[in-house]
């Protein structure tokens, strides 16, 4: 059986089946919930956020009138989620990055190698915590969600040079962070 499209899901949806927004929650909780993890860098506050995303979105997915593909609404709601948990708690936490997998030269990696790779990660997810949040948002939107530097631009209501310019600027931030911290 194919699966159903977002926007047969949605009008699905605005027609009473409540079964079409609980299938685009299972479709997207777990991306939603790895890019607000991103930006806030824990566990319990991105669990929070994804809550509360798909809460606003049930709250106006009645009134969605798909000027953007749902994915990219979807983005904006979390990322702006994300972005407002952290200027409410103005926390510095570290943006935790468990997918990061440096490569290795065997399936059995010795204990230093270990050791350096998860010194490595720490090193980063220090460097990314450092940043500035709309460099932290663009570089985590940009690196590890691959977004172009557009859909960053219509996410976070800025200038694509805007954007370039705070990834660029985050990526040398964090490039010096770790050559000084070696």
């Given amino acids: 059986m194919p699966q159903k499209t977002d926007e047969a899901l949605i009008r699905e949806f605005q027609d009473g089946d409540v079964r079409a927004f609980n299938e685009l929650v299972r479709r997207y909780q777990e991306r939603v919930y790895w890019i607000a993890r991103r930006l806030v860098g824990d566990h319990a506050d991105a669990d929070d956020v994804a809550q509360e995303v798909f809460i606003k979105v049930y709250d106006s997915l009645q009134g969605f009138r798909s000027e953007a593909s749902f994915f990219t609404w979807l983005y904006r709601v979390t990322v702006n ?40 990660r720490t090193r980063l997810e220090e460097a990314i915590a450092k940043l500035p949040q709309k460099q932290r948002a663009v570089f985590v939107l940009r690196y590890y969600e691959n977004l172009p530097y557009e859909e960053i631009a219509r996410l976070l209501k800025r200038s694509v040079g805007g954007m370039k310019a705070n990834y660029f600027q985050a990526v040398r931030k964090i490039s010096k962070y770790m050559k000084a911290s070696e």
């Avoid at 510095?92 to 010795?110: A, H, M, T, W, Y």
């Fill in 81 to 120: 989620a994300a972005l407002n948990l952290l200027r409410k708690n103005r926390i510095k936490e570290f943006v935790r990055f468990d997918d990061v997998v440096l490569p290795l030269v065997s399936d059995e990696p010795q204990p230093d190698v270990q050791l350096e790779g998860k010194q490595q």
